[in-house]
């Protein structure tokens, strides 16, 4: 069975420093794939960022880069230069070739602080 | 990568009553998933909407209480039966993007049920 895990209810940021977001991951799928979203007060989910198994290199996507450590099974989020609306909640997910959905972590409430 | 309209935004709904959430998207997709998020809670899969065939229930979710529809590649709904307290949340569609296994999310139905 999957499984997400992120210890961090909360994080706070001072506006314009870097924040990394924690996340580890269980599975026995070969192929899989980890997201990063974002869900702001509004309740829509936003992508962020996406890594697969197998790729080589850590994904980044502007200020969004995700450190990548399969042998330690993590997924860490790193927000470079936050900004006052980077404040929100902020999930890891993952998804695989044997199961079409995608599972959550319970998320991380991310606070910038100004 | 996919667009989905989901309606209603929100709704305030008097107990023992039903809701029914739409989703469109704008691309025919095979699978469509539904969440439910309570509050202050990451995202639970409610179920795998597959146009033709009965949706795929998650433990702990019936039909009787989520019916699905899955009329065409491009539409689904989502209907909140009997709705109790319990039952508010927001409700969220997804749909994967097609590519590295990745998810579009509507907009989210947040549902306050009194």
């Known amino acids: 069975a999957q499984k997400i895990t992120q210890t961090q209810p909360g994080m706070f940021v001072q506006e314009k420093e870097a924040v990394t977001l924690d996340c580890t991951y269980d599975t026995s799928d070969p192929s899989y794939g980890l997201f990063w979203y974002k869900q702001p007060s509004s309740g829509e989910m936003i992508f962020l960022i996406y890594q697969g198994s197998y790729d080589q290199q850590n994904a980044t996507e502007g200020r969004y880069s995700l450190n990548f450590q399969k042998a330690r099974k993590s997924a860490n989020l790193v927000i470079s230069a936050s900004q006052l609306g980077d404040s929100a909640m902020y999930f890891c997910?993952?998804?695989?070739?044997?199961?079409?959905?995608?599972?959550f972590g319970a998320g991380t409430r991310l606070t910038v602080k100004p | 990568s996919a667009v989905i309209s989901q309606k209603p935004s929100r709704d305030i709904c008097q107990r023992g009553t039903s809701l029914t959430i739409q989703c469109q998207v704008d691309?025919?997709?095979?699978?469509m998933f539904w969440y439910r998020q309570q509050p202050g809670q990451s995202l639970t899969l409610i179920a795998t909407a597959n146009q033709g065939s009965e949706a795929t229930y998650e433990s702990g979710f019936v039909i009787d209480k989520f019916p699905i529809s899955r009329p065409n590649l491009t539409f689904s709904t989502l209907t909140v039966s009997n709705m109790s307290p319990e039952d508010s949340s927001i409700y969220l569609c997804?749909?994967?993007?097609?590519?590295?296994?990745?998810?579009?999310f509507g907009s989210g139905t947040r549902l306050t049920v009194v």
């Open positions: 691309s025919q997709v095979t699978m």
């Open positions: 997804s749909v994967n993007r097609g590519d590295n296994y990745g998810y579009t």
């Open positions: 997910a993952m998804g695989s070739h044997n199961n079409n959905d995608m599972r």
